[in-house]
């Protein structure tokens, strides 16, 4: 199992952002996919949330500006972040949990997103 997530890097706040993650080893569509981020000194949070169905769920600090999708034929998922803010300044990771179970057990290495004011 592999999660390679990719596309992290600088940008200045109000820039954008896309971070892919490409999954192998797992039956990719039947997993629900996350994109965590942590923070130094913080303990690492969900950003966002996308079911088998395509349904999504988003940290109330990212609504509006985040959306996560994924592509099941390429076995990828997406976070495309605009309006970004220092604040979302992390290494952010993707992880995916099979449909019924409730905890992520795939994760991925991360990739670091930096905001400069």
């Known amino acids: 199992v592999q999660l390679q997530a990719s596309g992290g890097g600088l940008v200045q706040a109000g820039g954008s952002l896309r971070v892919s993650c490409a999954a192998s080893?797992?039956?990719?569509?039947?997993?629900?996919m996350g994109w965590f981020r942590q923070a130094p000194g913080k303990q690492r949070e969900l950003v966002a949330d996308i079911t088998i169905g395509g349904s999504t769920n988003y940290a109330d600090s990212v609504k509006g500006r985040f959306t996560i999708s994924r592509d099941n034929s390429k076995n990828m998922v997406f976070l495309q972040m605009n309006s970004l803010k220092p604040e979302d300044t992390a290494v952010y990771y993707c992880?995916?949990?099979?449909?019924?179970?409730?905890?992520?057990?795939?994760w991925g290495q991360g990739t670091q997103v930096t905001v400069s004011s």
């Open positions: 080893g797992f039956i990719f569509r039947y997993y629900n």
């Open positions: 992880a995916g949990r099979y449909s019924t179970e409730t905890k992520y057990n795939y």
